[in-house]
C-alpha cells in the first residue's frame, strides 16, 4: 500500500465544472491561491490509466482541506434526474475524515450551498454541518472561502482585497488568454491554475 | 526586472519606478520598502523571465498541482507582460 500523507497546503474542491457555475468556480479556486493555498480537483490530470474514482479518492486522501459545493441540485431536462457526484464526494470526504488515520482527521471541510439551509430539503443528514451560502455570487464565495481558512491560518488577506484582485484577474484574462494562445472559454484546470498563479506572482 | 543595461524597482501596473546599477542594490531597496507593509518582491532574470518571489507579510503562493504544462512560459510571457504593463486608472 503507498505511503499516505496529507498535504496541508492542499485544498480539494468538488463542485459543478459546467459553464454556469464558472464564475464561483473561478473564484473559489483564486482565492484559495491568493490565500496562499494549492486548489486540486478532479479535472487537474487526464491520466487514463487511473480511474475517475480512483484519483478522486487519492486526491482527497491527500488534501487537509476540501471545499464541497452542493448547490447543483437541479434536474438535467434530458433524463430529470440530478447530478449526484457532488453529495458522493462530500460523504467520502467526511468518511475520510472520521474514519481514517489521526492526519485524515484533522481534516477540514467547507459546505457551501445557494442558501444555507436549502440543503435539510435534499441531505439532510448533514445536519449538524456547517453550511454557508454563496447566493451564486462569486464574491460572497471568496469572503466564505477566506474566512474558513483564515479560522486555520492567519493572518491573511481580507475578503475585500480579494474580491478587488478578483476583478482586476478577470478584466485581465481575456488579453492574457490571446497572450497565450488559449481559449478563454475553454480553458483548462492547468491553464486556469497556471494564469492565476502567475497572475498572483505578478501582479497582487 | 530588467530596464535596458539597468534593474529598475516598481509597483506593478504602475510607470516609472527607481532605477540601479546592479539587481541586488534594486532587490535591497524592496525589502527596505517592506520592513513595514505587507507585500511581495518579484525578481526577474535579464530576459524578463520570474526568478523568485519573496513574500512580506503575505502568504506565498504555492505552484499548481500536477506536472509543469508545456505552456507554462508562454503563459508566464503573456502575463506578466499584461499585469506589469501600466494601468489605466
Known sequence: ?204 | MPAKDRWVLRRAGVAGGRTFATQREAIEAGRKHFASAAGQIVIHNADGKIRAAVYFKVPKIQSPPGRVPSNADKIERAVTSIALAPQAN
Not at chain 1, 35 to 53: K, M, P, Q, S
Not at chain 1, 146 to 156: D, G, I, Q
Not at chain 1, 169 to 181: K, N
Open chain 1, 1 to 204: 500500500m503507498a505511503r499516505e500523507y496529507v498535504r496541508s497546503k492542499d485544498v480539494f474542491i468538488n463542485c459543478p465544472f459546467d459553464q454556469a457555475y464558472k464564475p464561483i468556480f473561478n473564484a473559489i479556486v483564486f482565492s484559495v491561491s491568493e490565500l496562499g493555498f494549492r486548489a486540486r480537483c478532479a479535472l487537474e490530470t487526464d491520466d487514463g490509466g487511473e480511474a475517475r474514482l480512483d484519483k478522486i479518492m487519492r486526491m482527497i486522501g491527500e488534501c487537509k482541506y476540501g471545499i464541497h459545493d452542493i448547490s447543483a441540485t437541479a434536474l438535467n431536462p434530458a433524463i430529470n434526474l440530478p447530478r449526484f457526484n457532488m453529495p458522493l464526494e462530500l460523504g467520502l470526504y467526511l468518511g475520510c475524515k472520521r474514519y481514517g488515520s489521526s492526519s485524515q482527521r484533522n481534516k477540514s471541510v467547507l459546505i457551501l450551498d445557494r442558501d444555507q439551509y436549502r440543503y435539510r430539503n435534499f441531505i439532510s443528514d448533514i445536519s449538524g454541518q456547517d453550511v454557508h451560502a454563496h447566493g451564486d455570487d462569486p464574491n460572497r464565495a471568496i469572503t466564505e472561502v477566506r474566512n474558513w481558512l483564515a479560522s486555520k491560518v492567519k493572518p491573511l488577506p481580507g475578503g475585500a482585497t480579494i474580491q478587488a484582485h478578483y476583478l482586476r484577474f478577470v478584466t485581465m484574462l481575456p488579453a492574457m488568454c490571446v497572450a497565450s494562445e488559449l481559449d478563454p472559454n475553454a480553458l483548462t484546470f492547468g491553464d486556469l491554475s497556471w494564469l492565476i498563479n502567475k497572475w498572483l506572482i505578478s501582479a497582487r
